[in-house]
């Protein structure tokens, strides 16, 4: 991953119950790019985002405690349709398997649910129109399409 000086990085931390499962399943499922790795955390960028993976088995909720907790990334079709094949062809179960919501009209989207093997849910959202579905003004350089441009960066 490139980062620039001046760009911001975002980032979360996320418990996990085994730091050496959850990090075959970020680099080698996801497809995240490996950052440092220490005894008892490891980073990985998921698509721009800086997220670091803790060894901390206590702090891993139940699915109850969880409620909507999540975290994802919204992609663009192409990407979103390669992400999707790669959960399917390393067996991942989904949470929530992939849908359409809103089909044919400009708020149209794709998503789909999966865990991480501590349960730590991620969304994958593709839209139609972005701009539309979010409610965010459009940039008069924005591409008419938003959702079918090469605009992400990868994991």
Not at 20 to 37: I, M, P, Q, S, T
Not at 39 to 61: A, I, K, M, N, S
Not at 128 to 142: C, G, I, K
Request: charged share 25%.
């Amino acid at each position: 991953m490139t980062v620039r000086p001046d760009e911001p990085i975002l980032h979360i931390s996320l418990p996990v119950r085994d730091l050496g499962e959850a990090r075959r399943f970020y680099v080698d499922v996801l497809g995240c790019e490996l950052g440092r790795v220490r005894e008892q955390y490891v980073d990985v960028f998921f698509f721009g985002c800086h997220v670091t993976l803790h060894q901390r088995p206590t702090e891993v909720l139940s699915s109850d405690q969880r409620g909507v907790r999540h975290f994802g990334v919204t992609l663009v079709e192409a990407q979103w349709n390669e992400l999707i094949d790669r959960l399917r062809a390393s067996a991942t179960p989904f949470v929530r398997d992939p849908t359409t919501d809103y089909a044919g009209t400009p708020r149209e989207q794709r998503k789909a649910m999966v865990a991480d093997p501590s349960g730590n849910a991620i969304e994958i959202k593709t839209y139609r129109d972005r701009w539309t579905a979010l409610e965010l003004p459009r940039s008069p350089s924005a591409p008419e399409t938003p959702g079918s441009a090469a605009s992400s960066t990868g994991p």
